[in-house]
Structures are given as C-alpha cells and as structure tokens.
C-alpha cells in the first residue's frame, strides 16, 4: 500500500525526494517521540535500496497500482517490472510512466499457482485511492463492488525466468501475499532476489493472519534476513 493514514487524513509515500524525506526524517526523528510506520517503511526503502546496486538493477512492483513506488525505484536507476491487474489504477500507472522503456507494465496478478481468478474491485473505486483495495481476496468492503476475471501468474515461475540479478522485490497484493511467499520460500526464490518489502495484510481475515504467522517463525528460524514483512 502506498497509503497510509494520519489523523484520518490520507497520506501518500515518495511525495519527495530522497534528499527531502531524509532530511525530514532527521527532523522527525528529532521531536516525535512515536515514528509512525509509514515513515519507517519510507526511510527503509531509503536506506536499503541504495545498498542493492551490486546485487543487481531489476526492481519488481507486485502491485504497483498508481506507482508510487515503481517511480521512486526508477529514480534510483533501476530497471521496474510493475504487475498491476485494476485496469483503473492500471491507466494512471501507464500515463505517469510516459512510456518509459525502463519499465515494463504487466496486467496481471500473481500467485503461488498460475490460473484464473476472479478480481474484486470496491464500489466506490472511481475514487483513485480505493483502487488500493482491489484484491483476489474477497472482503467486506468488495460488497456491490464489479468483480472480473484476471490471469494470475505463478510467482516462482516469473522469477525463475528473469533475465538478469533482481535487487529488490515489492509485494503489496492485498491478502495474497502468503500464498506468494509461501512459494517463493518453498522453491527457495527469495535467494534470488537481494531485499523484499512486503506488507502482509494480517487484519483481512484469521487463516491470512495464522499463515503470515507461521511465515514470521519460518523466516526466523531459516535465518532468512532480505524479507521486511512489516512494510506499510
């Protein structure tokens, strides 16, 4: 998600340049005494993904959406592959990318199988922000929302076929995460890729909640240390 929420407000991420946030961050840092998770999440990207050059160029945008991030990993010179099946906010991430050759847009979902899935879209997703809850997973705020079929691609198979080092892996799929990240682990992908922020969406139901769960405890007890799952 590259929204958070601030005093009921609306808060959107990579509104600045590195230079900018950092600078604010100090500042931040210096009178708040609670540093939110929205800002962590930012400082990190901030911090890490400098580190991952020699790891590679190619930045992967699970769920990109109006892309927020893919345009702050482009900033940095990497190579973006930004999956994004809402054909809505899938528009948007078209026109700001401006037809850059550095960034390859796919329209699809991903998942630990590859198949056909139903979408669901929320009834008020003309409102551009609420395309951030489009998901395969089916919640209460999907209710009276369009809902359409889209192509799910088999994450460790994706991987498998990039041509070239991955630096950095963004995975913000709306529920779907685990089953992605329960493949990837299984099929031991993420020691292909250099760093993976994910955010987990443990509140959608208690099957995802005791599944990221019993991921935490695997990813600790495998000593796995490029997976963030406390990404916001």
Not at 184 to 212: C, N, P
Request: hydrophobic fraction near 40%; proline fraction near 3%.
């Amino acid at each position: 998600m590259n929204e958070g929420r601030t005093g009921g407000r609306s808060v959107r991420m990579f509104k600045e340049s590195r230079a900018e946030f950092l600078m604010r961050w100090y500042l931040y840092r210096r009178w708040k005494k609670r540093i939110s998770p929205l800002r962590q999440s930012e400082y990190n990207f901030h911090t890490i993904i400098p580190r991952l050059r020699d790891r590679g160029d190619i930045f992967i945008d699970l769920g990109a959406n109006i892309g927020d991030v893919t345009l702050a990993a482009r900033r940095y010179g990497m190579r973006v592959i930004a999956f994004e099946p809402d054909p809505i906010a899938r528009a948007v991430l078209e026109a700001r990318t401006n037809d850059d050759s550095g960034i390859t847009i796919i329209p699809k979902a991903v998942g630990g199988l590859a198949r056909i899935a139903t979408f669901h879209q929320r009834p008020d997703v003309d409102d551009l922000m609420k395309t951030q809850s489009s998901s395969l997973v089916l919640t209460h705020e999907h209710t009276g929302g369009n809902t359409f079929d889209v192509e799910v691609v088999n994450i460790v198979d994706f991987i498998n076929e990039v041509d070239g080092r991955i630096a950095a892996l963004k995975m913000d799929i709306e529920g779907a995460e685990a089953e992605c990240l329960e493949a990837m682990l299984d099929a031991g992908s993420h020691r292909r890729i250099g760093y993976m922020f994910i955010e987990t969406h443990e509140g959608f139901s208690d099957e995802i909640r005791e599944r990221i769960s019993a991921l935490r405890t695997r990813i600790l007890s495998e000593k796995i240390d490029n997976i963030d799952l406390d990404w916001v």
